[in-house]
């Protein structure tokens, strides 16, 4: 059974830094595909970003702009999402995500499996 746990959200203030981390098990994730997703109160969930586990490849949300970077370390099996110059609109609840096969897919119907969740305020 596979299971992610996000962390590293919290309270940051406007133009600051944060990263989050996905511990990712229960399977060998080679043939799959990682994201990170975001969700406003009373919407839909948004794609941020999204990586091939094995032989690289990323994909952005339009709004990222070069803000945020998606990785892996495939020795933790932890997938990150490191956010920089932050502004108050990026408030909201991060997902992390997995999928099989690997095509990098920002539809949230594409994805099997889902993290609990992390928040992130931005906020002075």
């Known amino acids: 059974q596979v299971q992610l746990v996000e962390s590293g959200g919290g309270l940051v203030q406007p133009g600051g830094s944060l990263r989050l981390s996905c511990a990712a098990s229960?399977?060998?994730?080679?043939?799959?595909?990682m994201g990170w997703f975001r969700q406003f109160p009373g919407k839909e969930r948004e794609f941020v970003a999204a990586?091939?586990?094995?032989?690289?490849?990323?994909a952005y949300g339009d709004f990222v702009k070069g803000r945020f970077t998606i990785s892996r370390d495939y020795i933790k099996n932890t997938l990150y999402l490191q956010m920089s110059s932050l502004k108050p609109e990026d408030t909201a609840e991060y997902y992390c995500?997995?999928?099989?096969?690997?095509?990098?897919?920002?539809?949230?119907?594409?994805?099997?499996?889902w993290g609990q969740g992390t928040q992130v305020t931005v906020s002075s």
């Open positions: 995500a997995a999928r099989t096969p690997s095509y990098l897919s920002p539809l949230s119907e594409d994805y099997n499996y």
């Open positions: 229960g399977r060998t994730f080679s043939s799959y595909a």
């Open positions: 990586i091939r586990w094995s032989g690289g490849g990323t």
